[in-house]
């Protein structure tokens, strides 16, 4: 049987862009997690601002300062790669959604093994 090109271009369409919402869960999932890990900046801070005590009286706020600054700059880069790559798989969902439709499938139907991006918690 011959499947016409149209048909077999429309299939690598859908495939690349079902890829592509692969590509982009696993980039969310890697980013969420670094940003729960971005805590330990504040950790290691914190024990090593009881140390400089002995230094001098100013150096434990120095050494507290700097880790909170180092936290807070992560979250704030990390929370706008999330929202752009978030962004990007709305849009590889909707063009995913398009090339099913254009090959006669449900439009609805997420492929095997591709479950939805874990809700945001607050």
């Avoid at 090593?48 to 230094?55: E, G, H, K, N």
Wanted: glycine share 4%.
């Amino acid at each position: 049987m011959m499947v016409m090109p149209e048909l077999r271009a429309e299939r690598q369409l859908m495939e690349r862009w079902h890829a592509e919402m692969l590509r982009l869960r696993e980039m969310i999932e890697s980013l969420e997690k670094t940003k729960r890990n971005l805590i330990w900046c504040v950790k290691i801070g914190a024990v090593v601002a009881i140390p400089t005590a002995l230094y001098a009286f100013w150096a434990p706020l120095l050494v507290l300062a700097f880790a909170v600054t180092t936290y807070l700059t992560g979250q704030y880069f990390s929370w706008g790669h999330l929202v752009d790559r978030r962004q990007q798989l709305k849009w590889a969902r909707v063009q995913y959604r398009k090339a099913r439709v254009a090959l006669g499938l449900p439009e609805d139907e997420e492929p095997a093994g591709a479950a939805k991006t874990p809700a945001r918690s607050a």
